[in-house]
């Protein structure tokens, strides 16, 4: 089966971290843009962080210095680490893949994978 699967996430206090896994199965990443979206309730879901195929990468403002995105394409996995993390880090994290993004360009998710996975939450309490 072709899917994306996150895991990792967990209830944490202020200030810990998290590493955040996307396993890909059915086909290689190699190919693709991989990046971590997340969605907190009742808001969009918002991109945070993307990672080339040529491994640039790019971060929402409110997570650069906290969160570094990197990929193993021989494990066929994307990671997400996340320190310093706050209560406005709390949402759903997703991850996704996107064949033809370039840093400066906006996000398009791919089909090659399906649709978007379960996700894994994320909380951060105060």
């Known amino acids: 089966q072709v899917q994306l699967v996150e895991s990792g996430g967990g209830l944490v206090q202020a200030g810990d971290s998290l590493r955040l896994s996307c396993a890909a199965s059915?086909?290689?990443?190699?190919?693709?843009?991989m990046g971590w979206f997340r969605q907190a309730p009742g808001k969009e879901r918002e991109f945070v962080a993307g990672?080339?195929?040529?491994?640039?990468?790019k971060y929402t403002d409110s997570v650069k210095g906290r969160f570094t995105i990197s990929r193993d394409n021989a494990k066929n996995t994307v990671y997400l680490q996340m320190n310093s993390l706050k209560p406005e880090d709390t949402a759903v994290y997703y991850c996704?893949?996107?064949?033809?993004?370039?840093?400066?360009?906006?996000?398009?998710?791919?089909?090659?994978?399906?649709?978007w996975g379960q996700g894994t939450q994320v909380t951060v309490s105060s």
């Open positions: 990672i080339s195929q040529i491994l640039l990468t």
């Open positions: 996704s893949a996107d064949k033809n993004w370039v840093l400066g360009s906006r996000w398009s998710p791919t089909s090659d994978f399906g649709s």
């Open positions: 059915g086909r290689s990443i190699g190919s693709y843009s």
